[in-house]
């Protein structure tokens, strides 16, 4: 079974534009999380995605958006880059179809380098 | 209050010796919980998750629940040198999102 995959895996922008990232997860799979992670601050949540529906939503501005199609790929977007953006963005797939720890366990890409210059 | 809260370490344990990691939560209508191993440069790789109270065993990590004390613990037998990494914890309940901890820094000294 193919992993989850996230394009690009690098990416460099300057202050002010604005970018979007991909993710496909693992087949079967309906569930998609997105996280910011920098050194020191951790796994910071942005967003959960379960079939084409936001489901959750953490703590950050409203220039962090997302989407997720029919095929449950997902994608995020960030607008308005600042420099303070600059992080590793990790997605997340799962099947979250149940209240058991297997069903919620959740299995990480390889993540988007993002550098805003 | 953290929801989730990890010692950031760094913990170091001698070559063959068991390497404790420990992780409280907040929310007491937490459900699942997971611990991920996190290599420098790459993403977190799940290594087990648990949801009932007691103990869970696989391979040389057991990872350990108490609900009452709010308490979560990963064991590492027979720790080697490819186990020094950052290792998560994470907690869910219900379709609540998946909130993680800071992270333990594990350095096995050979």
């Known amino acids: 079974k193919a992993g989850v995959t996230q394009t690009p895996r690098y990416l460099i922008k300057t202050r002010g534009q604005q970018v979007t990232l991909s993710c496909s997860p693992i087949s079967g799979h309906r569930s998609v999380s997105w996280y910011q992670q920098t050194p020191g601050q951790g796994l910071q949540f942005l967003f959960e995605?379960?079939?084409?529906?936001?489901?959750n939503k953490g703590n950050f501005p409203g220039r962090f958006s997302g989407r997720q199609f029919s095929n449950s790929r997902s994608e995020m977007n960030v607008s308005t880059l600042e420099l303070g953006d600059s992080a590793l963005y990790l997605c997340?797939?799962?099947?979250?179809?149940?209240?058991?720890?297997?069903?919620?366990?959740?299995?990480f890409g390889p993540g988007t380098r993002l550098t805003v210059l | 209050q953290k929801e989730v809260e990890q010692n950031s370490g760094p913990l170091s344990v001698p070559e063959g010796a068991i390497a404790s990691l420990n992780c409280t939560y907040s929310?007491?209508?937490?459900?699942?919980f997971f611990w991920y191993r996190q290599y420098s440069g790459k993403s977190p790789e799940l290594i087990m998750s648990i949801y009932s109270n007691g103990d869970k065993e696989d391979g040389r990590f057991t990872a350990q629940l108490n609900k009452a004390s709010q308490y979560v613990s990963l064991l590492i037998r027979d720790s080697q040198p490819s186990d020094s990494a950052t290792y998560l914890c994470?907690?869910?309940?219900?379709?609540?999102?998946?909130?993680f901890g800071i992270g333990t820094k594990l350095q096995v000294i050979p």
């Open positions: 995605y379960f079939s084409e529906t936001q489901r």
């Open positions: 997340a797939s799962s099947l979250r179809m149940g209240l058991a720890a297997a069903d919620n366990e959740q299995f």
């Open positions: 929310d007491r209508g937490s459900q699942s």
């Open positions: 994470a907690v869910t309940g219900g379709y609540q999102k998946v909130t």
